[in-house]
Every structure is written in structure tokens, then in C-alpha cells.
């Protein structure tokens, strides 16, 4: 579900570049449609990279090493980096403006969110996702200056929409935050939550 999601969001494009390919799904999809003459796989495991060549076979060019780094000179039209934590994605970005990003961390969402907007790009497409139960938070970037409020960074840059699936997410999370300690920060976090309720209602 959520590899097809981020490929909803894949353009069509010379050179496509997914950083930690795993097992080369993506990479298959993007192919099998069409949507990239290149397809650039990298990944930091050996064994990953040597399911996304049984896959793909010579349908791919293959990198291994952390991140981007293998890549050399090469810029990709558009690259993925999703599968891993906020912190990590960010470390693989870096200081690089890419011409288009989608990631999708595993945690860390508002510290991507406000580290890659301050950093030189802005958000065109953030949207959560549900699969095998868990909630995803897939972001499309592309270079460019946005500043995002607090709701922005903490729920997505397009929370207004409250669509299903992000309404599900807002719910759950109110209410496991309401059986936990009141602290400070969840107090806080709770402040929030009902300020988006109200921009939904």
C-alpha cells in the first residue's frame, strides 16, 4: 500500500534514484510503467541490493554504499528515500538540493518536515497512509522557500484536507495521548490536536 502510494507520486523523468531499495519493488514499478529511462538502486546492504538485482537484473544500475554518497556526480531527476528514520533521511539529504525528493520516514516526521523546508525546499504533496496498521507519512519536496506553522510541521503541510485516512491518524493518536501522563509536551501536543479538529469541523 504505501509503495503505491509513493508511486502515485513518481513523475515521469530521464534518471530515478531509490536510496534504500530493499528488495526492488519500487524500483520494478517504475520500470514496468515506464515512468524513467534510468533507474538508479542504492542501498547500504549488500544482501538487499542482491534481491533488488534478482529482481531487476540488468533493468537497474546498482550502488552500494550509505546514501547518496555511491552516486558520485550523478543528480537524479527524482529520488526516493523512504523505509528508515526522519534522522537518517536527513543525514542521506544533507545539504543537497535534489530536484525532487519524496521520502517517507518511519518517525521524525515534523523534523523533516521543518529541517528540509528551512534547507532550500517546499512541501508540494504530504499526505498519511495505512499499511499493515501502521500510519506513514509520505512527503513530496521539490527546491524552493516555505514556511511552515507549527500545525504544519506537526501534522503535514496539507492538514487542512483532513482526508480519511489522516482523521483516523488525528483520533488515534488523541486518544492515546489522553491515557498518558500529562506532561508538558503532551499537553501541548493535545492543544494542537484540537486546534486541527476545529479547522476540520
Do not use: W
Not at 131 to 152: A, H, S
Not at 170 to 184: H, N
Amino acid at each position: 500500500m504505501r509503495l503505491n502510494e509513493i508511486f502515485v507520486l513518481i513523475d515521469n523523468v530521464s534518471v530515478f534514484a531509490d536510496v534504500g531499495c530493499d528488495h526492488g519493488q519500487l524500483c520494478k514499478m517504475v520500470y514496468d510503467s515506464g515512468k524513467a529511462n534510468r533507474i538508479l538502486a542504492l542501498d547500504i546492504s549488500d544482501a538487499c541490493l542482491s534481491k533488488a538485482k534478482a529482481l531487476l537484473g540488468d533493468k537497474a544500475e546498482y550502488y552500494l554504499g550509505d546514501g547518496l554518497k555511491p552516486l558520485g556526480q550523478i543528480v537524479p531527476d527524482l529520488t526516493v528515500i523512504s523505509g528508515m528514520g526522519g534522522s537518517t533521511i536527513l543525514h542521506i539529504v544533507g545539504q543537497r538540493i535534489l530536484p525532487c525528493l519524496i521520502v517517507s520516514p518511519h518517525n521524525d516526521a515534523y523534523k523533516v518536515r521543518a529541517t528540509l523546508c528551512d534547507n532550500g525546499y517546499k512541501i508540494i504533496e504530504d499526505k498519511v497512509v495505512i499499511d499493515n496498521g501502521k500510519f506513514y507519512d509520505i512527503i513530496k519536496l521539490v527546491p524552493g522557500k516555505q514556511e511552515l506553522t507549527e500545525l504544519q510541521k506537526t501534522f503535514g503541510a496539507f492538514y487542512e484536507r483532513g482526508d480519511e485516512v489522516f482523521c483516523k491518524r488525528l483520533t488515534k493518536e488523541k486518544a492515546k495521548l489522553l491515557t498518558f501522563k500529562q506532561t508538558e509536551s503532551n499537553v501541548k501536543k493535545l492543544a494542537l490536536i484540537a486546534e486541527v479538529e476545529k479547522c476540520l469541523k
